[in-house]
């Protein structure tokens, strides 16, 4: 009898135990980049099998070295991200017209930046006139895709340094 129950004690135990190994696992996570690509593999160079957007929240799979295996919360999108691209603290757009839903690319921007609206321009009118934003502006609008991107790589014989 003693050993039925302790078999029963065993079991509660790993079933417990189980159900803690799951939940740390299952963490929900934030995209906290403007634009993330889901990759078919923990590869910068995988192929892309989604895309989500700044503030999605997903469901972390599982994480390898500087990976994280991700499935969207509406199941639409499931593939690796780099751990880079998430965060634990849930995102929130504040946006000025209560009929937005969503903010551009330039709050977006400033807010990567941990500008407000009206900052950028204090900032430029007491900075020294030889200061350029509006290239950096610019710059911040520059992307290649990956193909030009392993070109790039190829050409200058650089090292990729990870799992490719």
Do not use: C, H
């Not at 209560?98 to 009118?125: C, P, Q």
């Amino acid at each position: 009898m003693k050993s039925f129950y302790k078999r029963i004690i065993i079991a509660l135990l790993f079933v417990g135990t189980l159900e803690l190994v799951f939940a740390a696992g299952n963490k929900n996570q934030y995209v906290s980049v403007q634009a993330a690509q889901v990759k078919a593999k923990p590869s910068q160079f995988a192929k892309t099998v989604a895309a989500l957007k700044y503030g999605d929240e997903v469901s972390v799979v599982s994480v390898d070295k500087a990976w994280t295996k991700i499935k969207s919360l509406d199941g639409k999108a499931e593939g690796w991200l780099p751990a880079s691209s998430l965060t634990t603290k849930k995102l929130i757009v504040k946006v000025k017209s209560e009929k937005k839903t969503s903010a551009n690319a330039t709050e977006l921007a400033l807010a990567g930046k941990g500008w407000s609206d009206g900052y950028e321009s204090d900032i430029a009118k007491s900075s020294p006139k030889d200061y350029n934003y509006k290239a950096v502006d610019t710059v911040e609008t520059f992307a290649s895709n990956d193909m030009d991107t392993i070109d790039f790589i190829k050409e200058g014989e650089l090292f990729l340094g990870g799992q490719e």
